[in-house]
């Protein structure tokens, strides 16, 4: 449907641009206009500079990155996550702001562009009037995703944006961050001011035409404009006054939004650019796959700003400030001096500090680890789980554990850590296992078995089960795999261990920073591996499955690997495992982070839950939400204070919320190792039991009243 | 400036071990080795005082065969830039005066101006080797030094020693000097795998004790005992005895009689 009949008239269909503006002013204009691009050029300048300081780095697979990137702009799938409101209003913004952004960019392609250099122009008839109804309508999404905003910073008063650190207490100058806050509020209100003045523009306009039937009959086509028009009308002002009205609030619309665009770069609205830019160059695993470092370089790690990335340096600037990985974090939540969304600030901060100006400054005033101002302090960074809670949940693709492990490196250089750590590390040196135990009695746990495990390095076998630290020493979980052998043995499945030979996977090992023991153990347990014949290998530590699956193949080490829940999944759907009797509980399960978050094992061990008859109730935090038990990064060989809530403690309170649970199900020895203990200390013991995935399956083989008849046949 | 640090590689002996054929020493299939931990704690001392003052060097050494190379090359990744090793297959069994002869001609080789030893080695205890190098060197030493000021290049040194029941001893000594360094001293640093691995390229000079003018003569003459035998004593079994008191002394009687007889 043709608005008009004629072309001719089409043609005047349109707005005309700096009309009533008498030449030298649409000259003014034009210099404010330049200034803003030529200052925004400079800020884009100055934080490539800045992005350029940090350390060099190919990104592997742009492309691929760059189409999710703009999948998740589209479907905004990653703001929304755990924030549906958050996530549907910023949508809003993001395409009002986008629409507004394009229609503004259309209006300059003609006006300055096309027409003067070709003659072109499009402005006009249908498309104009579709034109104004869509900036109204994006102008209106926009306002509603704004006042949302600003409703749940003031009203919702989330605890997430709230800023103020738990690594700080109050004399400390950097503790509440109350220029974030001034921040966001200036940036609300700058883009509802720019919204909102728009649309008075628009009405002022129109009352100030109103005799023009181009403009006044055709003002529907712009309806909340139309609106403002009539209540203009309606108050009595004059076509004049409202010309007058309308040169007052063009400038200061024009102003306010360039001012704007010149600030886009040192503002936080520099996340439409930095969030996008961190999204397309995400790692796909960068928890699960640590950097390797090149041990023979003059240092290691990162102890200065300019020792990350130019990647890490664009993350830390990408952030939002949302809060996500602040509630998701374990150590956080539990009072302990680490927030990742602090962590990310205070290096940004130091990034804006040092590396904005030409000159570099002196090495000492890049340090990035310490007390002061803007330095990440050491009791921080030992603070992670390297749960990756932060890294699954963040919006826009910041990379936290790779940025911790990374500063945990240059700590363990400089020989900065808890004593008990530096304990283990050095009895994995010596001996190849966290724990401090003989070499010799790694396979200890085996002689209570009645019968022999194969010796993988004496004889071929199907499956190499690479037992692990904990699951070889720790008494408690030493009952888990001699239940695992007798269910694989049971099975008639073809397996056999490293005996002596197995060392620590070193999977913590990395984590914790001890890059160099790392790569050796890798390499040792490569070599030993690979003196081995087999198709496979298994493990029930989610660690080592992580480490040998994600992390060997960089060290030549190229296996099949599965976890052994993923095995038994396997087995009970197959029939290899034939179930005596079914289970009668209620029980819950604690995904572990190495393999839920990590490697996205969340199913097997679930479905092999529902195959041994038990009902599962889920905990609120499951699956990619999990909450770690406290042990991983190298967490479990770093005693807890006993002053403070342990990770372990919060879950099990969790976990008892749960009417008439029977059994807390872990599926890690270093989960279990955690909430054998907190299942005590928080006065569980009596409510219900902490077992392992396999132990159910056990109990559903009935060994023991197998074994009993076995006895008493021998009898 | 020169700091000698002898450092020793111990060894570790498995729960359950068994002895050599010639009763002299545990089997080495039951023996792991590990640097002394009480040289950590010397070292430590040593490297402090080498980054608190400029013109320090800090020089560990020892007297063992190769495979004693990884307690240097500890040692070198921590701090230091190179290391000396003494060796002859002779010395297998060397007591501590024959090592501390050793170490003492090292020290002169060097022209060291302190000497830091570990208060005793793990598996042997003698608690011997550093005063014995003090002898040999006709310098002062103190033992068990618990607390250490220094100041490169001064002719005295105050040290303090913790005695029992928590009391302390202050006393200053003549420098050059020897002495022998107690756990917990300071808190040692940790020899990150890749500072091992880097020390690797820094050099360690090995010497055998003809190399340093040490005949096998002086050698013989140096020790100062003779190991006889080592084992593992029978272990005691203690009895509770129960019954009436008649019982009891009937038991009691019986004993004595038994171990009379086996006397």
């Known amino acids: ?715 | 400036m020169k700091i000698l640090v002898p450092v020793k590689q111990v060894a570790v002996l498995d729960e359950d071990f068994e002895l050599r054929d010639d009763g002299l020493d545990a089997d080495p299939d039951f023996i792991d080795h590990e640097s002394n931990e009480w040289d950590d704690y010397s070292y430590e001392t040593a490297l402090q005082i080498m980054e608190a003052h400029s013109g320090v060097e800090v020089v560990p050494m020892t007297v063992g065969p190769e495979e004693a190379e990884e307690s240097l090359r500890r040692c070198l990744a921590k701090g230091g830039e190179r290391a000396v090793r003494v060796w002859d297959d002779a010395l297998a069994g060397a007591g501590p005066a024959t090592i501390a002869k050793l170490i003492a001609a090292v020290a002169r080789r060097e022209g060291a101006d302190m000497v830091f030893a570990g208060t005793l080695s793990a598996d042997h205890s003698f608690a011997m080797t550093g005063i014995c190098v003090a002898a040999e060197l006709a310098w002062p030493h103190v033992a068990v030094v618990t607390h250490l000021e220094y100041e490169p290049g001064a002719a005295k040194a105050t040290v303090q020693r913790e005695l029992e029941g928590g009391l302390v001893e202050k006393l200053t000594v003549d420098c050059p000097a020897v002495l022998t360094i107690q756990l917990g001293i300071n808190q040692p640093r940790y020899a990150s795998l890749r500072g091992v691995k880097q020390a690797k390229e820094k050099p360690v000079d090995e010497l055998t004790p003809a190399d340093l003018g040490v005949s096998g003569e002086d050698l013989a003459a140096s020790a100062c005992f003779r190991l006889r035998r080592m084992f593992k004593p029978a272990k005691g079994q203690a009895e509770l005895i129960e019954g009436t008191a008649a019982e009891q002394a009937a038991r009691l009687a019986t004993i004595i009689k038994e171990l009379k007889g086996a006397a």
């Not at chain 1, 992670?384 to 990379?399: D, L, M, N, Y």
């Not at chain 1, 530096?422 to 078995?449: D, H, M, S």
């Open chain 1, 1 to 715: 449907m043709s608005p008009l009949d004629t072309t001719q008239s089409a043609q005047q269909i349109t707005r005309i641009l700096f009309q009533g503006f008498p030449g030298w002013l649409e000259v003014v204009f034009y210099i404010v206009g330049f200034s803003a691009i030529g200052v925004f050029l400079y800020g884009c300048y100055v934080q490539i500079r800045k992005y350029r300081r940090g350390r060099p780095l190919s990104i592997p697979a742009l492309g691929r990155g760059a189409w999710d990137m703009v999948l998740a702009m589209l479907t905004h799938r990653t703001i929304r996550r755990r924030d549906t409101p958050a996530g549907n209003t910023h949508w809003l913004i993001f395409f009002g702001f986008g629409l507004l952004f394009l229609g503004t960019s259309t209006i300059t392609l003609e006006y300055d562009i096309l027409a003067p250099l070709a003659g072109v122009k499009f402005w006009y008839g249908d498309f104009y009037l579709w034109f104004s109804l869509v900036m109204d309508i994006a102008g209106v999404g926009l306002i509603i995703g704004l006042l949302y905003m600003m409703y749940r910073r003031k009203w919702l008063a989330l605890p997430k944006l709230d800023y103020a650190r738990p690594d700080r207490s109050p004399p400390d100058p950097d503790y509440d961050r109350s220029d974030y806050r001034r921040e966001d509020w200036a940036f609300l209100w700058a883009l509802v001011l720019i919204a909102l003045t728009g649309f008075l523009l628009e009405a002022a306009r129109l009352v100030w035409l109103r005799a023009d039937p181009l403009v006044w009959d055709l003002r529907w086509w712009s309806p909340v404009g139309a609106v403002i028009a009539w209540l203009l009308d309606g108050a009595g002002v004059s076509a004049q006054g409202a010309g007058t009205l309308r040169m007052g609030l063009w400038w200061f619309h024009g102003l306010l939004a360039l001012a704007l665009i010149a600030l886009i770069p040192f503002t936080k609205a520099k996340h439409i650019f930095t969030a996008m830019a961190a999204l397309a160059v995400r790692d796909p695993r960068p928890a699960a796959l640590l950097p390797k470092a090149d041990l023979s370089a003059a240092g290691i790690g990162a102890s200065a700003i300019t020792d990350f990335t130019w990647k890490q340096l664009l993350h830390f600037d990408a952030c939002t400030k949302c809060g996500r990985c602040h509630e998701a974090c374990p150590a956080n939540a539990t009072g302990f001096p680490l927030s990742p969304r602090d962590l990310v600030l205070t290096l940004r901060e130091l990034a804006n500090d040092t590396l904005s100006a030409a000159a570099l400054p002196p090495r000492e005033a890049l340090a990035a680890i310490g007390t002061g101002v803007n330095q990440v302090r050491p009791e921080t960074l030992w603070s992670c789980r390297t749960c990756a809670a932060c890294v699954e949940i963040c919006p826009v693709g910041i990379e936290h554990v790779p940025v911790i492990v990374e500063m945990r490196r240059a700590l363990i250089d400089m020989s900065s850590m808890e004593p008990t750590l530096q304990k283990v590390l050095q009895n994995i040196q010596t001996k190849g296992n966290a724990l401090g135990e003989n070499k010799r009695k790694r396979p200890a746990w085996t002689k209570k078995l009645d019968f022999q495990i194969k010796d993988a390095r004496e004889e071929p076998v199907d499956v190499l089960w690479f037992v692990g630290d904990y699951a070889s020493f720790d008494p408690r979980y030493q009952k888990v795999s001699q239940a695992f052998a007798r269910i694989l043995h049971a099975a008639g499945v073809d397996f056999g261990i490293l005996y002596e030979d197995e060392m620590t996977a070193g999977n913590d090992v990395r984590r914790v920073g001890e890059e160099g023991l790392y790569q050796h153990l890798a390499e040792a347990n490569i070599e030993t591996l690979g003196g081995c014949t087999f198709k496979r290998i298994v493990t029930t530590d989610p660690h080592t499955y992580n480490t040998i699956r994600n992390e060997y193949p960089e060290f030549g080490g190229r296996y099949e690997i599965e976890h052994a829940s993923a095995m038994i999944r396997r087995m009970l759907a197959e029939g290899q495992i034939r179930l005596k009797k079914k289970l009668e509980y209620r029980v819950t399960y604690h995904d572990p982070c190495h393999l839920g978050r990590l490697n996205k094992g969340y199913d097997p061990p679930r479905e092999s839950i529902h195959m041994l008859g038990a009902e599962l109730v889920e905990m609120k935090r499951a699956r990619d939400n999990s909450f770690c038990c406290g042990a991983g990064g190298g967490r479990i060989w770093i005693p807890d204070p006993t002053d403070k809530q342990k990770p372990s403690e919060n879950r099990m309170r969790e976990a008892a919320q749960i009417d008439g649970l029977n059994v807390f199900v872990v599926n890690c020895p270093k989960c279990m190792n955690m909430f054998e203990d907190a299942r005590k200390s928080t006065g569980n013991e009596e409510r219900f039991q902490v077992m392992e995935l396999i132990e159910l399956v056990a109990e559903c083989m009935d060994f023991d009243q197998q074994r009993a008849a076995a006895g008493q046949a021998a009898g």
